[in-house]
T-cell receptor
Framework: GQQVMQIPQYQHVQEGEDFTTYCNSSTTLSNIQWYKQRPGGHPVFLIQLVKSGEVKKQKRLTFQFGEAKKNSSLHITATQTTDVGTYFCAGPRGANNLFFGTGTRLTVIP | DAGVIQSPRHEVTEMGQEVTLRCKPI?????LFWYRQTMMRGLELLIY????????DSGMPEDRFSAKMPNASFSTLKIQPSEPRDSAVYFC??????????FGPGTRLTVL
């Protein structure tokens, strides 16, 4: 069945350091979405990537979709304490459904 | 816009009791999803509805779980009888059918 794995599962960084999480799918994806969940909160949509090799930026966050559309990455430059949370990638399953990755929990040490 | 509304926010109950979780999706959204989140299993899809019709309930753990969507603005997830292993955060989410999900704040369920 379809699987979406993320690595690493946990990451601790010093404030100001960079952070990257990787998402790998067992199947080709028509698009990929990224969500952020703050501690005690709910997942919040960040971005959707559709095109092969697509790169999108949101301030210090850079999202990339692989050429084969089977992997994706999220890179945060110069992390801040507000970046703390779990980052999920999600791929489509069926017409309206999403399959969430395992998530990467980011801790930022002040 | 009120966003997705869930109630209750917290529920503590004893094993064997019936639990009903409620969700009001964003007005105009035609898809509604119920997810369960635990440390061990992550974010799991339980069931989703499209235009009030259940489309995929393969994630519903067992017969103790049931979900209904009587109209476009309301859904319930019922667990009867509840068990300690059902303790988790249950999220409801809605979408316009483009796969972009808007999550509610969740219901934290504890079954003693």
């Amino acid at each position: 069945g379809q699987q979406v794995m993320q690595i690493p599962q946990y990451q601790h960084v010093q404030e100001g350091e960079d952070f990257t999480t990787y998402c790998n799918s067992s199947t080709t994806l028509s698009n990929i979405q990224w969500y952020k969940q703050r501690p005690g909160g709910h997942p919040v949509f960040l971005i959707q990537l559709v095109k092969s090799g697509e790169v999108k930026k949101q301030k210090r966050l850079t999202f990339q979709f692989g050429e084969a559309k089977k992997n994706s990455s999220l890179h945060i430059t110069a992390t801040q304490t507000t970046d703390v949370g779990t980052y999920f990638c999600a791929g489509p399953r069926g017409a309206n459904n999403l399959f969430f990755g395992t998530g990467t929990r980011l801790t930022v040490i002040p | 816009d009120a966003g997705v509304i869930q109630s209750p926010r917290h529920e503590v109950t004893e094993m064997g009791q019936e639990v009903t979780l409620r969700c009001k999706p964003i007005s105009g959204h035609n898809s509604l999803f119920w997810y369960r989140q635990t440390m061990m299993r992550g974010l799991e899809l339980l069931i989703y509805f499209n235009n009030n019709v259940p489309i995929d309930d393969s994630g519903m753990p067992e017969d103790r779980f049931s979900a209904k969507m009587p109209n476009a603005s309301f859904s319930t997830l019922k667990i009867q009888p509840s068990e300690p292993r059902d303790s988790a955060v249950y999220f409801c989410a809605s979408s316009l059918g483009q796969g972009l999900l808007f999550f509610g704040p969740g219901t934290r369920l504890t079954v003693l």
